[in-house]
């Protein structure tokens, strides 16, 4: 039999948190001596403190080690528990790998701007000019006109026609713009004009009206010209190499101010990069 000063020593656990052990039900002393108060606790007590110990290391709350250190307790319910701590566990990992990612992002951006451009705009105590957050985006109802341009400014006349068609139908929307082929990737740029919709309206023979399909999106906002919007789209793209995603479709632009091809200087733009996770080769060998 040993006093509890012994007994923490053996167990390598303090005094303090073996008579909260004690308090809680969770490890009852052998004995106690009415007389003095002194705890006593056999050898045999060791096993079970091991086990409350091996489970609070796991990170398992007080209620959960209670039952788990029963020892009535079916082996398939300890090995149910921890395939439930193990689950919990990954998803945590996960999330702070992300978090990692983000912060590695981030100070590379800083080192980039700092280095090269002693004249780059910095906000949010030393942050970097864009922030990129990734975004599942809900579906969206547009109405939409593509055609093939040979330059962005003839954008306005694709959104004067879904303005026209808006306007016949008691409509308003929100402007945006699907790339599907910028300048320099092909003879011809690739532009479909929307108009995001609250409310469903009739097509026409050029307007399509249909719903973009949600995705998860590395989104940035650009304020300004189109003359030092490339900084935005190098930074998400940036973003998105690193943090292992690879862009899963045509970037697209919504006109919070200004319109596509008239960006004053106060224009305020969001990008939208639809991304997909890259696969590892881990995850191509199961």
Known sequence: ???????????????????????????????????????????????????????????????????????????????????????????????EQTRL??????????????????????????????????RRLAPQLVASVRDSLDSYDEATELFAELTRHLKRHQAHGQQAALWHTCMGQAEKIDCEALMLLDRPIPEARRIA????????????????????????????????????????GPLCEVYWQGEASEMAGSGVTEIQYPILKKQTRSSLSH
């Open 1 to 95: 039999m040993f006093r509890i000063g012994d007994f923490s020593r053996l167990g390598h656990v303090s005094i303090k948190a073996l008579r909260f052990y004690d308090e809680v039900g969770l490890l009852k002393p052998t004995f106690v001596d009415a007389a003095t108060g002194y705890r006593y606790y056999s050898a045999n007590l060791l096993s079970r403190l091991n086990r409350i110990m091996f489970f609070k290391q796991l990170g398992f709350s007080l209620d959960e080690i209670a039952l788990l250190v029963r020892e009535d307790l079916p082996a398939e319910q300890v090995r149910d528990a921890l395939r439930s701590k193990r689950d919990d566990l990954s998803r945590r990992i996960a999330v």
């Open 101 to 134: 990612a983000h912060v590695e992002a981030w100070l590379t951006q800083i080192e980039l701007e700092g280095s090269g451009n002693r004249g780059a705009r910095w906000h949010l105590a030393g942050g970097p000019a864009y922030e990129i957050t990734l």
């Open 209 to 248: 009206v249909y719903e973009l399909p949600a995705c998860v999106n590395a989104c940035v906002i650009h304020q300004g010209s189109d003359d030092t919007i490339r900084q935005a789209y190098i930074a998400a793209q940036s973003w998105i190499e690193t943090n292992a995603y690879a862009i899963a």
